[in-house]
């Protein structure tokens, strides 16, 4: 069979129908497009996620109230109690393997500064925090021991509060503002850490001593965390487990109770979180599949209506002496054609997209296998497609394809 | 003179809803090889399905076809379609050309399902097709440019491109005035003469004169067969026509 007249009458067929062939082709683009670039979102936040909390630090260790199991009545770990000053003594007395180590309790509230107020969380910390947390002093100071012994109402603030309150660029430094109707003075201004990949603005926070945030804003006496550093990372599991024996024997928790108490590193942060992101990319994979299905079935349809419509050109050929295979070959090579070229613009047209949006702030990652997906499925919908109706109808008797309506 | 085509109680029925619309009721006739055989008879007596069965486009619901002494039943779909390219030149009442696409690529349409004919010659023969039913100035208008009749003659150039031995012209010359008519009936004269066999079905009773039998069909039965042994030649017919009768169809 001559394969060279088949493929030219191919590519007359579809030179002579261009806008159908154009349309066929515009739904594998929009399919193939739309799953590169959906999973391409899901792919970029996971990713970033992971820089981000890789960055923070992995030595960072986390203990705060609580059980980790589902038993009995859960309550919020901040309102539980058994935490207390005396378990972040002992850890600091006994644990080996710790570098740095704060009491943490918080609260949110209203800070104001003459007529500017503004949201925000206050964290009651020492100075260490700084260090744990990696954040740094620009301008003033940072509290010292001794205004946590005082409870001193002395606090270090993020950039965010620092244009909330003054945002005619006053100096904040020795300012008093007041926090819950307490007033404390500015030591010192963090240095901007900007946006995490949460969303979550990591410069709109006050820092301060802790014992000021307990006894002054809360009025607490236990501590709702102890946030520290391993001495370096690789022993970040043995701190973990000094930490836990530490606090299990404090609180008198036998061996098969629970505890109550969490301690967690950065890296179990991490996997929880990308745990997290696996599901949402699991979500976006769902709605990607979707998609992809809508699509198929959009170039299914197309494919279909567009072959179905030509059966009298099927009846014509074949009436001149074309055979099933020389309609099917025909057929079959105008599927290829307009399925693998819409496949590839669908390529470049996602990946260009997914690059657009990256521009636009979303972080985006074209994982290759989201290519080789889509690429797949709908080109093989759209071949299968354009192949299948024209099987049908080459199975007809010439005249009878010639009289379909 | 062999049989080219014989059909024995040949019958097409349709089935449309439940009702039974009995188009063809058992005809029998032989035709031989080189007779150019007229098929008349009223709208809706059963002509072109006879004609569609007889181009293998079509398939009876029950009787013998035999083609070149072969029944058509015993021939494999492909072999069909191999005798459709080379052997029958069919001409549908309704053209059937491609549409979107020029006369000379619709008339070249059988040779690309022949690998025998090479890329040059297939342009050749299409031209030259063209130019024996007048349209030598047409070659690269589409379909949807041309008159009714120009179509219809693209249609039966398209038939003769394949060169083949029997021809089925489904009413060839319904849509072309009368001069032009002549001019296409000198064609199938001359085809004849060459020893093709020609089977012309038409509404029209002054054409059987020019071929060399008629069978005439009433409600899907044959109520008439009658040889005709003077026939008129349509090139001295063409010859007495005055020439302000030339108009462009
Ligand atoms: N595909 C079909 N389905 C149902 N009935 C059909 C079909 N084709 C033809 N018929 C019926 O068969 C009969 C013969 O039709 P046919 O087309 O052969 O007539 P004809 O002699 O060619 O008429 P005309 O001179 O008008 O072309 C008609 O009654 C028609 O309605
Ligand atoms: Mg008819």
Redesign the pocket.
């Known amino acids: 069979m001559d394969y060279r007249n088949l493929i030219k009458i191919a590519i007359k067929a579809l030179a002579n129908n261009k806008m159908r062939g154009f349309l066929t082709m515009l739904g594998i683009i929009i399919g193939v497009a739309s799953v590169i670039s959906m999973l391409a979102i899901g792919g970029g936040s996971k990713q970033s996620i992971r820089e981000e909390i890789g960055s923070m630090g992995s030595n960072m260790i986390m203990v705060s109230p609580g059980n980790g199991r589902f038993g009995g009545v859960r309550q919020s770990a901040s309102s539980m109690q058994t935490l207390k000053m005396a378990d972040y003594e002992s850890i600091v007395r006994e644990a080996s393997y710790i570098a740095k180590i704060t009491p943490t309790v918080n609260a949110s509230g209203q800070v104001i500064k003459g007529a500017n107020n503004t949201p925000t969380t206050i964290y009651g910390v020492n100075p260490e925090y700084l260090d744990i947390r990696g954040y740094v002093v620009e301008s003033g100071s940072m509290f010292d021991d001794n205004d946590v012994k005082h409870a001193n109402k002395v606090c270090v603030v993020g950039k965010t509060v620092v244009t909330e309150l003054f945002p005619n660029g006053e100096d904040p430094l020795g300012q008093i503002i007041r926090y819950n109707k307490i007033p404390m003075k500015i030591v010192g201004v963090l240095q901007s850490k900007g946006y995490n990949t949460m969303g979550m603005d990591q410069d709109d926070l006050i820092i301060a001593p802790y014992t000021t945030v307990q006894k002054r804003i809360l009025a607490i006496t236990y501590i709702q965390g102890i946030t520290a550093s391993a001495i370096s990372e690789e022993y970040t599991d043995k701190a973990i487990d000094e930490m836990t024996q530490i606090l299990q024997s404090n609180h008198g928790i036998k061996i098969g109770q629970d505890n109550d108490f969490n301690v967690r590193s950065q890296q179990e942060m991490m996997e929880t979180m990308s745990s997290v992101m696996d599901l949402l990319t699991v979500l976006l994979a769902c709605v990607a599949g979707i998609s992809l299905i809508v699509g198929g079935i959009g170039i299914m349809n197309i494919m279909y209506v567009s072959v179905t419509e030509r059966t009298r050109e099927i009846g014509l050929r074949m009436s001149i002496g074309a055979k099933e295979r020389h309609i099917l070959f025909q057929f079959l090579i105008e599927a290829v054609i307009i399925s693998v070229a819409g496949g590839i613009i669908g390529v470049v047209v996602g990946v260009g997209v997914s690059k657009i949006i990256a521009m636009f702030g979303t972080p985006t990652l074209v994982q290759g296998y989201s290519i080789l997906l889509s690429f797949a499925v709908c080109t093989i919908t759209g071949i299968f497609f354009g192949w299948y109706p024209a099987k049908k109808a080459s199975q007809l008797n010439p005249i009878d394809a010639i009289?379909y309506e | 003179m062999s049989e080219i085509i014989k059909i024995e109680n040949l019958k097409r029925e349709?089935v449309?809803g439940d009702e039974v619309?009995r188009?063809l009721r058992g005809l029998s006739f032989t035709i031989n090889q080189g007779e150019f055989v007229t098929i008349m008879?009223t709208?809706?007596?059963?002509?072109?399905?006879?004609l569609n069965i007889l181009g293998c486009l079509d398939v009876a619901t029950s009787g013998e076809y035999y083609l070149d002494g072969v029944s058509v039943k015993d021939i494999s779909k492909n072999d069909r379609a191999t005798l459709r390219n080379r052997k029958i030149g069919f001409i549908f009442?309704s053209y059937n050309l491609l549409p979107k696409t020029t006369s000379i690529e619709n008339v070249e349409l059988p040779l690309m399902y022949n690998r025998e004919v090479s890329t040059s010659e297939r342009y050749k023969r299409a031209v030259a097709a063209l130019e024996a039913v007048g349209l030598s100035d047409r070659l690269k208008h589409k379909s949807n440019q041309l008159s009714g009749g120009q179509q219809q003659r693209v249609a039966i150039a398209r038939a003769l491109v394949n060169n083949p031995v029997m021809i089925l012209a489904d009413?060839a010359t319904g849509n072309l005035d009368t001069r032009t008519s002549y001019e296409v009936l000198t064609l199938f004269q001359n085809l004849h003469n060459e020893g093709k066999t020609i089977v012309f079905?038409t509404?029209n009773p002054e054409l059987a004169q020019f071929s060399s039998r008629t069978i005439t069909?009433r409600d899907g039965h044959i109520i008439n067969d009658i040889q005709n042994n003077r026939i008129v030649s349509a090139k001295d017919v063409l010859a007495t026509m005055p020439k302000e009768d030339e108009q462009s169809v």
């Open positions: 009289r | 349709f449309v619309v188009a008879g709208s809706g007596s059963g002509k072109s399905t006879l009442q009413e079905v509404h069909l």
